[in-house]
């Protein structure tokens, strides 16, 4: 129901595109952990999470319409104080293009730990929904490591999945790392499958990045875009 409830409220009626803060909590109704994170709409409210939250932080700007967040320097990263989450924020205004777009600021927990997962979904009309999971940071970049199966999937399949990737023995501890928490990326897998199949309006999830941790310390998503039909 509450997913219901975000769907039929949340998306801009012409990018048909969900905001982080809706997505985060679509994620979080299907058991997806997530950074924490507040949502803001004034300086004197983004000092107040950054202390709240703990820093160092990221801030990002939330629009009124998709934009890559990086590309349009929509989002700082490793901010570790009040003044200088303030003087992001006097960034993000000072870019007209983006300033005009911007409809409050998303300040979340920086999470160093772990490594960076890309997990996502695409509904496509002729085979149905297709679920990814691969290696992100320089793996994605240099390696192009992805593994694809056709929801619904199984335990079986998110297993598979995981084993078919280059960067596999990093599950395993490689030269004396941690074993990183299979288990979690597994459910996360599953859980995304799930929410596809649950929702037929919703045509695409990006989670990039998902952190995965060591073994039982399990994983959280940190950032997150959902289009809907």
Same mark, same amino acid.
């Given at each position: 129901?509450?997913?219901?409830?975000?769907?039929?409220?949340?998306?801009?009626?012409?990018?048909?595109?969900?905001?982080? &803060?809706?997505?985060?909590? *679509? @994620?979080? +109704?299907?058991?997806? $952990?997530?950074?924490?994170?507040? #949502?803001?709409?004034?300086?004197?409210?983004?000092?107040?999470?950054?202390?709240?939250?703990?820093?160092?932080?990221?801030?990002?700007?939330?629009?009124?319409?998709?934009?890559?967040?990086?590309?349009?320097?929509?989002?700082?990263?490793?901010?570790?104080?009040?003044?200088?989450?303030?003087?992001?924020?006097?960034?993000?205004?000072?870019?007209?293009?983006?300033?005009?777009?911007?409809?409050?600021?998303?300040?979340?927990?920086?999470?160093? &730990?772990?490594?960076?997962? *890309? @997990?996502? +979904?695409?509904?496509? $009309?002729?085979?149905?929904?297709? #679920?990814?999971?691969?290696?992100?940071?320089?793996?994605?970049?240099?390696?192009?490591?992805?593994?694809?199966?056709?929801?619904?999937?199984?335990?079986?399949?998110?297993?598979?999945?995981?084993?078919?990737?280059?960067?596999?023995?990093?599950?395993?501890?490689?030269?004396?790392?941690?074993?990183?928490?299979?288990?979690?990326?597994?459910?996360?897998?599953?859980?995304?499958?799930?929410?596809?199949?649950?929702?037929?309006?919703?045509?695409?999830?990006?989670?990039?990045?998902?952190?995965?941790?060591?073994?039982?310390?399990?994983?959280?998503?940190?950032?997150?875009?959902?289009?809907?039909?």
């Amino acid at each position: 129901k509450a997913v219901l409830k975000i769907i039929d409220n949340g998306p801009d009626l012409h990018t048909r595109t969900v905001n982080m &803060d809706k997505g985060f909590k *679509i @994620l979080k +109704a299907y058991g997806i $952990p997530i950074a924490p994170y507040q #949502v803001v709409k004034t300086k004197e409210e983004a000092s107040k999470a950054g202390k709240k939250l703990g820093f160092p932080v990221a801030v990002k700007a939330m629009t009124s319409e998709p934009i890559h967040k990086t590309e349009a320097g929509a989002v700082i990263l490793d901010i570790k104080s009040q003044a200088s989450l303030i003087d992001a924020l006097d960034r993000f205004q000072s870019l007209s293009d983006l300033s005009k777009k911007v409809t409050g600021y998303l300040v979340q927990k920086m999470i160093y &730990d772990g490594i960076e997962i *890309i @997990l996502g +979904a695409k509904r496509d $009309p002729s085979f149905g929904v297709t #679920v990814m999971v691969g290696l992100g940071g320089i793996f994605s970049e240099v390696l192009e490591d992805v593994s694809l199966r056709i929801a619904p999937l199984t335990m079986t399949d998110a297993t598979e999945m995981i084993e078919e990737l280059k960067g596999y023995k990093l599950f395993k501890g490689f030269r004396g790392r941690p074993q990183l928490d299979k288990e979690a990326l597994q459910q996360a897998i599953l859980r995304l499958s799930r929410l596809m199949s649950d929702f037929p309006v919703i045509q695409q999830v990006d989670i990039n990045p998902l952190k995965l941790f060591q073994r039982g310390k399990g994983c959280m998503a940190l950032d997150i875009r959902i289009e809907l039909e």
